[in-house]
């Protein structure tokens, strides 16, 4: 068995998430659709995270297994070689990714397919994951599909100064949905900061090595709740440590969220 990545892009819009789903097109289920039938067997695909409905992707990353007839026939030597497992593939890596963009939808791209160890894990190998979340704050037909419009002032002075707990914070309890099924609330946040590219626009940088359902989204959410005064610094800091999900700010909408980015040891 070897094993391959594929990193790859996708407009969340008519996607109810990432994860496979009964009554549901997701983006899991389109890429082993096209997997499957380029390769010819039924494949499965495993993904870095989970993204909700309506939520982006600028890269993305999964991983898929395949087993060929001939590998049996190669040395441990062989096995462990990315170059030899490439010749395991009916087609090359570079054909795989023309391919798979001709038979998956417009609004999914697939950017790379690439051999790797045995024991690399779309997920569990991960060492971080970087999501932005767009806002802009004068009425942009251009922004309002992949941007969320403000219609009040925000202080983003306050916003960032607020934000920076995050860098020293591990329980976030308070910014996960209800009733989910973590079996942890921590998460190691690395990075957490608004960035300003226009004058009418914003984004919400947050880099961490997990994120718990939701988090995101909750977490903008009560930051913008600072930024326009609904809540102080000192309740803000009460939500980080003792809240709950009740006390926090409203879950932001998914179509301003994007993944931007996965990153992995050596890779």
């Not at 591990?170 to 900061?193: P, Q, R």
Request: proline fraction near 3%.
């Amino acid at each position: 068995m070897s094993r391959y990545f594929i990193t790859f892009s996708y407009d969340g819009t008519n996607y109810h998430g990432w994860q496979i789903q009964p009554n549901a097109n997701t983006v899991q289920q389109e890429l082993q659709r096209a997997l499957s039938i380029l390769l010819r067997k039924e494949i499965e695909v495993v993904g870095a995270g989970r993204t909700d409905t309506g939520v982006h992707a600028r890269k993305m990353a999964a991983h898929f297994d395949w087993e060929h007839k001939d590998q049996a026939a190669l040395s441990s030597d062989e096995e462990k070689d990315m170059s030899a497992k490439k010749e395991l593939l009916p087609i090359s890596c570079d054909q795989m990714v023309y391919r798979l963009n001709r038979i998956l939808p417009r609004d999914i791209s697939v950017w790379d397919v690439f051999p790797v160890a045995d024991d690399m894990h779309a997920r569990f190998s991960a060492t971080s994951r970087t999501y932005h979340y767009y806002i802009h704050t004068r009425k942009d037909p251009f922004e309002r599909h992949f941007s969320l419009q403000i219609n009040y002032p925000l202080d983003f002075n306050k916003m960032n100064e607020a934000a920076k707990y995050f860098l020293q914070h591990e329980d976030y309890a308070a910014f996960c949905k209800a009733g989910g099924d973590n079996k942890t609330t921590i998460c190691h946040v690395t990075e957490a900061k608004w960035v300003q590219t226009s004058p009418t626009s914003w984004y919400f940088e947050i880099t961490a090595n997990r994120f718990l359902r939701n988090m995101v989204r909750a977490v903008v959410g009560t930051l913008i709740d600072v930024g326009r005064g609904k809540i102080s610094m000192n309740q803000f800091l009460e939500i980080l440590h003792q809240g709950t999900r009740s006390d926090a700010g409203e879950s932001m909408p998914g179509n301003a969220l994007f993944l931007e980015d996965v990153s992995y040891p050596e890779l």
